[in-house]
């Protein structure tokens, strides 16, 4: 692809715009699509922090569509995504069968069991908030994170 603008670094990110969408229509089916590291790095940023948004405003009933969203899209196309996705939404799955247990241990008790359930769904809600932030960071410094307590629900 020849170039016609006067900036030499617009020229270089437009060639390589070029060639990955060249490269994407050319690989088999199947194929893991690349995606620049800087790309890499926002996408997974945002997933985290997508998802916290959606915690704290809905209630608590999207935040589990934000990361299931994200891993179905990024799945194929890099690990670094796709696994942070998949710490995000495992993660979040833990959250909301914690949450059914303890309705249900709430149910049985005939309210009582609601003395422990609501504090530790409290605790699980801010560890959920800080844990989003630190997968947030080391996304953003390009590291893996693991997220603590989690089920490994989603492969």
Same mark, same amino acid.
């Given at each position: 692809?020849?170039s016609?603008t006067?900036?030499p670094?617009?020229?270089a990110?437009?060639?390589?715009?070029?060639a990955?969408?060249?490269?994407e229509?050319?690989a088999p089916?199947?194929?893991?699509i690349t995606?620049?590291?800087?790309?890499e790095?926002?996408?997974a940023v945002?997933?985290h922090?997508?998802?916290? #948004?959606a915690? /704290?405003?809905? +209630?608590g009933?999207?935040? &589990?569509?934000?990361? %299931?969203?994200a891993? =179905?899209?990024?799945? $194929?196309?890099?690990?670094?995504?796709r696994?942070?996705?998949?710490q995000?939404?495992?993660f979040?799955l833990?959250?909301?069968?914690?949450?059914l247990v303890g309705?249900l #241990?709430?149910f /049985?008790t005939? +309210?009582f069991?609601?003395i &422990?359930?609501v504090p %530790?769904?409290?605790? =699980?809600f801010v560890? $959920?908030?800080?844990?989003?932030?630190?997968?947030?960071?080391a996304?953003?410094r390009g590291?893996d994170?693991?997220?603590p307590?989690?089920?490994?629900l989603v492969k």
């Amino acid at each position: 692809m020849s170039s016609t603008t006067i900036d030499p670094v617009l020229d270089a990110e437009l060639n390589a715009l070029a060639a990955r969408h060249e490269a994407e229509r050319e690989a088999p089916r199947g194929a893991l699509i690349t995606i620049a590291p800087t790309e890499e790095r926002s996408y997974a940023v945002l997933t985290h922090l997508a998802t916290l #948004a959606a915690m /704290l405003f809905s +209630g608590g009933l999207l935040h &589990v569509f934000v990361p %299931a969203f994200a891993w =179905l899209f990024f799945k $194929d196309k890099s690990t670094f995504l796709r696994d942070h996705a998949r710490q995000q939404l495992n993660f979040q799955l833990t959250f909301v069968l914690a949450a059914l247990v303890g309705a249900l #241990a709430t149910f /049985l008790t005939v +309210g009582f069991g609601a003395i &422990v359930v609501v504090p %530790a769904l409290v605790i =699980l809600f801010v560890t $959920d908030i800080v844990c989003s932030i630190k997968a947030a960071l080391a996304a953003h410094r390009g590291e893996d994170y693991r997220f603590p307590l989690t089920l490994d629900l989603v492969k």
